[in-house]
C-alpha cells in the first residue's frame, strides 16, 4: 500500500506551530532518526508519511503532486505555486504564523500613502533616472498579480535573498514587499505600510493536492485527519454536562436547551448534553430549575460527528475535474 504523504516545514515557527498543532489532534510527529529527521510518521494514523521540507517547498510538493497534504503559509501557496487554483486546495486555515505580505515604502516619502501615489512615483521616477523603480521582495508572483490589479507597470522586482527590509537602506531597491506580524521590523527601517497596501492575510494552512494519487486508502486517511482535527477543535470550544432529572426533559425544557446551542445526547432521567462554553452557566440553571440536584461539566477530550464537510466538500472538487 503506498503512504499517504503529509509535508510539514522542517524549522522555524511554522515547524513548531505544525506539530503543536497535530499533537493536540492526537496526532503527534515522530521522526525517523535513521533518515536524517527528514522523515517520520503520524502516531495513531495508519499508513501516514511525514516529509519534512522547507515551507516553500511544501507548496511546490503538493502542487506537482508528490504528496498528498502539507501545511505552510497561505503567503508560500499563493506565490510558490503557479497553478495554485487549479492544483491545490485549502482545506482549513490553522490559526498559527498568522502575517501580512505588504508594499512598504520609506517613511520619508511623505506624499506617497496609497497605491495610486506610488503609481506616480513610479512614473516619474523612471522619468528622472531613466530606469525602473526596484521592488525588492520574495513575493513575485503575489507582487505582479497585486501591482497589475492596481494598474502598476513602471516597475522592476529584485528578488530578496535576505532582510528584504534592509533592501532600501543598502541601495539595492527604493521599496520593498515584505511579511510583516506587528510593522516593527518594518519601522525600524524607517519603512511605512501604504494605507491599501495589504496583499494578504496569511496564516499557516493544511493544503491538499489536488495532482496527487489519491486513493481509497489515501481518502480514507484524509478522512481519518480531518476528523481528528475537527474532534479537537469542537471539544476545544463546548463542554460535556451531567444531570439527573427527577421528571424527565419537559417539552419548554428542551427548547431552552435547543435555544442555548446544547445539544442532548442522553435520554430522559440521566441525561448528558453537550454545552457552547458561553452557554454553560444558563444551562446549569436551567437544570437545576428542572430538579437536577447536582450538574457536572468537563471538558471533552474529542467530539466525533457522523459527518466531515471539509472532507466531503474536497472529495466533490475531485470528482468534478474527473480526478
Same mark, same amino acid.
Not at 114 to 136: E, G, P, T
Not at 242 to 261: C, F, K, N, R, T
Given at each position: 500500500?503506498?503512504?499517504?504523504?503529509?509535508?510539514?516545514?522542517?524549522?522555524?515557527?511554522?515547524?513548531? =506551530?505544525?506539530?503543536?498543532?497535530?499533537?493536540?489532534?492526537?496526532?503527534?510527529?515522530?521522526?525517523?532518526?535513521?533518515?536524517?529527521?527528514?522523515? /517520520?510518521?503520524?502516531? /495513531?494514523?495508519? /499508513?501516514?508519511?511525514?516529509?519534512?521540507?522547507?515551507?516553500?517547498?511544501?507548496?511546490?510538493?503538493?502542487?506537482? =503532486?508528490?504528496?498528498?497534504?502539507?501545511?505552510? @503559509?497561505?503567503?508560500?501557496?499563493?506565490?510558490?505555486? !503557479?497553478?495554485?487554483?487549479?492544483?491545490?486546495?485549502?482545506?482549513?486555515?490553522? @490559526?498559527?504564523?498568522?502575517?501580512?505580505?505588504?508594499?512598504?515604502?520609506?517613511?520619508?516619502?511623505?506624499?506617497?500613502?496609497?497605491?495610486?501615489?506610488?503609481?506616480?512615483?513610479?512614473?516619474?521616477?523612471?522619468?528622472?533616472?531613466?530606469?525602473?523603480?526596484?521592488?525588492?521582495?520574495?513575493?513575485?508572483?503575489?507582487?505582479?498579480?497585486?501591482?497589475?490589479?492596481? +494598474?502598476?507597470?513602471?516597475?522592476?522586482?529584485?528578488?530578496?535573498?535576505?532582510?528584504?527590509? +534592509? !533592501?532600501?537602506?543598502?541601495? %539595492?531597491?527604493?521599496?520593498?514587499?515584505?511579511? %510583516?506580524?506587528?510593522?516593527? %521590523?518594518?519601522?525600524?527601517?524607517?519603512?511605512?505600510?501604504?494605507?491599501?497596501?495589504?496583499?494578504?492575510?496569511?496564516?499557516?494552512?493544511?493544503?491538499?493536492?489536488?495532482?496527487? &494519487?489519491?486513493?481509497?486508502?489515501?481518502?480514507?486517511?484524509?478522512?481519518?485527519?480531518?476528523?481528528?482535527?475537527?474532534?479537537?477543535?469542537?471539544?476545544?470550544?463546548?463542554?460535556?454536562?451531567?444531570?439527573?432529572? &427527577?421528571? =424527565?426533559?419537559?417539552?419548554?425544557?428542551?427548547?431552552?436547551? +435547543?435555544?442555548?446551542? !446544547?445539544?442532548?445526547?442522553?435520554?430522559?432521567? !440521566?441525561? %448528558?448534553?453537550?454545552?457552547?462554553?458561553?452557554?454553560?452557566? *444558563?444551562?446549569?440553571?436551567?437544570?437545576?430549575?428542572?430538579?437536577? =440536584?447536582?450538574?457536572?461539566?468537563?471538558?471533552?477530550?474529542?467530539?466525533?460527528?457522523?459527518?466531515?464537510?471539509?472532507?466531503?466538500?474536497?472529495?466533490?472538487?475531485?470528482? *468534478?475535474?474527473?480526478?
Amino acid at each position: 500500500m503506498k503512504p499517504f504523504v503529509v509535508a510539514l516545514p522542517s524549522k522555524g515557527r511554522i515547524q513548531e =506551530g505544525a506539530f503543536a498543532f497535530l499533537a493536540e489532534a492526537g496526532l503527534p510527529v515522530r521522526r525517523d532518526a535513521e533518515a536524517r529527521d527528514y522523515l /517520520g510518521a503520524l502516531d /495513531g494514523l495508519a /499508513g501516514a508519511e511525514v516529509q519534512l521540507l522547507s515551507a516553500a517547498e511544501v507548496a511546490r510538493a503538493l502542487e506537482a =503532486g508528490r504528496v498528498h497534504v502539507g501545511i505552510t @503559509g497561505e503567503d508560500l501557496l499563493r506565490d510558490e505555486a !503557479a497553478s495554485f487554483e487549479e492544483r491545490i486546495a485549502i482545506l482549513k486555515p490553522l @490559526g498559527f504564523s498568522r502575517a501580512d505580505v505588504v508594499v512598504a515604502v520609506p517613511q520619508s516619502w511623505i506624499d506617497v500613502r496609497s497605491m495610486a501615489d506610488l503609481d506616480d512615483v513610479c512614473l516619474a521616477f523612471r522619468a528622472r533616472n531613466h530606469r525602473h523603480l526596484r521592488v525588492a521582495t520574495k513575493y513575485v508572483a503575489l507582487t505582479r498579480a497585486f501591482f497589475s490589479a492596481h +494598474g502598476i507597470s513602471d516597475y522592476r522586482i529584485v528578488e530578496s535573498v535576505g532582510a528584504t527590509e +534592509g !533592501a532600501p537602506a543598502a541601495g %539595492t531597491a527604493e521599496i520593498v514587499v515584505d511579511i %510583516t506580524s506587528t510593522g516593527t %521590523t518594518l519601522a525600524a527601517n524607517r519603512l511605512k505600510v501604504l494605507e491599501d497596501g495589504l496583499i494578504l492575510r496569511s496564516e499557516a494552512n493544511l493544503a491538499a493536492s489536488l495532482a496527487a &494519487p489519491w486513493t481509497e486508502e489515501a481518502f480514507a486517511a484524509l478522512r481519518e485527519l480531518l476528523d481528528r482535527m475537527a474532534a479537537h477543535a469542537d471539544a476545544a470550544r463546548l463542554y460535556e454536562v451531567d444531570a439527573v432529572l &427527577p421528571e =424527565g426533559i419537559s417539552g419548554a425544557l428542551a427548547a431552552e436547551i +435547543g435555544a442555548l446551542g !446544547a445539544e442532548l445526547a442522553g435520554e430522559a432521567g !440521566a441525561v %448528558t448534553l453537550l454545552c457552547p462554553a458561553a452557554s454553560l452557566p *444558563a444551562l446549569s440553571r436551567a437544570l437545576r430549575a428542572a430538579g437536577a =440536584g447536582t450538574v457536572r461539566a468537563r471538558r471533552p477530550d474529542y467530539v466525533f460527528r457522523a459527518d466531515n464537510p471539509i472532507f466531503d466538500a474536497f472529495r466533490a472538487r475531485l470528482d *468534478a475535474h474527473g480526478r
